[in-house]
């Protein structure tokens, strides 16, 4: 089966895109999905021979055939044994349309479980990081927020009626978000709002703790677990001394995200990280540079103090959405700015968010050096050791990428969190399970059902990733640029993998063509700004 190659010019407002950086501007929502974009959902869709990577934690199985019905699995059957011809017989029957995927590999559609649509001016329209998701296999992401309130419930509901070109989108927001009464500064108006994003359609909610006190935090938490709403928090720098990640998971917090409050959870001589005497949080390279400097502050691993507050969190069933890529470039700052698809796949109001700036959000670099990249070094191993104490424990990690600042892109940056969780020490098998079942269980498990998505069973929705090349073996065939491998015919090297088909909610997308639209919209705005439409992003 082959799948028809289209390209979609999809125009960028460019006068929004040359704004300056912090001038308001208007954010366009998904454009409406068109005729040429995406095949189905289908009556009856089958996928003929793959190799399954089902998600569950079972090793890979195949010659495999999947049913898909509509937007559902129906039928996930075993049709023989490799190098040897397919019992026909055992066969599911005719479809509406198939996929040959011989030789491929099928998993879950991945989850993004923190996620950010970005908007004017860096990536005016959403369309941008919907195609790069959807190009990398992420199905689902979970906002925190996406975007803004009102705009986020509306991209939900046309995400979910296939209206657009999107991954599915689990929409959680900040207290306070989106009605006319203000702060929160009371229980009782952190209760009435709870109730009333429950009623709007909101399903789980993200903390932000600067400026809310723990009183405040503890009441909201309560109400929205008696809702079957979600929590997650950043349990920033400036309240973390008064709510770290044990208060939190113990005032009944579903899991946390980055790493705030983790370390001060543990640390030793201190109740309060001793900053530089002259540490300015406003000053964002003070904020992400004496952060790292907490990793030899705290008890060792394998303590008794680090190994009862590891088994106290797993005893909670707290989920850590660890969002390690987003910080990645801390430790090699070269290495992200220098990333190889940046100047196809990056736009330049992008390149413009990430450039050095006192006043953009995680534009940090007004003089990073070695320093500052060996504290990050140790900083991240002593973090990879606790989540690899934490999982081995019984623990569960989720994926998210926090992409769109930080030199990371969206999709891209989701498979370098891959790479990282591979890094922490998980078997590839279990990367992919908490990219999937994991992931749909943070969000599910607390609304007391089954996660619809996560695993490819039937029964599930019809969220799958088609890849040519074998995962297991190298996360990296799933980034949109591939990996480098030597051609032993030619002696040369060539580049495989990539996302061949994502399937999301039944809708059958080629991932490259989304690549292609993307690279077409970086082209588009190039050209708008008098820029060489093939010429690299200015580096500095």
Known sequence: ???RRRLRFLPLLVAVALLPMGLMAQTVPGHDRGPDEGDGPFDRLIIRGAILIDGTGAPPAGPTDIVIEGNRIVQVQTVGYPGVDIDEDRRPGDADFEIDAHGMY??????????????????PE??????????HGVTTVRGVGLTGFDLALEEQARSAANEIVAPRI??????????????IDTPEMGREWVQWAHENGVEGIKFHTHGMEPHLFSAIVDEANSLGMGTTAHLSQPRVAHMNVRDAARAGLTGMTHFYGLFESLQKDHQIQPYRLDYNYQNEQHRFADVAKIWNQIH????????????ELVDLDFFINPTMTIYEANRDVMRARESEWHDKYTLPSMWDFYTPDRRAHGSYWFYWGSEEEAEWRAFYRRWMKFLHDFHRAGGRITTGADSGFIYKNYGFGFIEELELLREVGLHPLEVIQSA???????????KGMEPPIGTVEPGKLADLVI??????????????????????????PTRVGGVKYTISD????????????VAEMVRQQKIERGMDPDAPLPRY
Do not use: C
Request: zero cysteines; a negative charge.
């Open 106 to 123: 099928v998993l879950p559609g991945f989850i993004d479980n923190h996620a950010h649509a970005g908007g004017a001016p860096k990536n």
């Open 126 to 135: 959403l369309s941008y990081a919907y195609k790069l998701w959807l190009a």
């Open 300 to 311: 060792e691993p394998g303590s008794d103090e680090w190994n009862e507050f590891v088994q």
């Open 436 to 446: 999937t079942l994991y992931a749909a269980q943070e969000t599910y498990e607390v």
């Open 467 to 492: 890849v040519e090349e074998n995962p297991l073996e190298n996360l990296k065939v799933l980034y949109g640029t591939g990996a480098v491998k030597l051609d032993d015919e030619t002696g040369e």
């Open 1 to 3: 089966m082959s799948i």
């Open 170 to 183: 689990i929409n959680y927001q900040r207290p306070s978000s989106g009605w006319d009464r203000g702060r």
């Open 506 to 517: 039944g809708v059958v997308y080629d991932a490259r063509q989304l690549l292609e639209d």
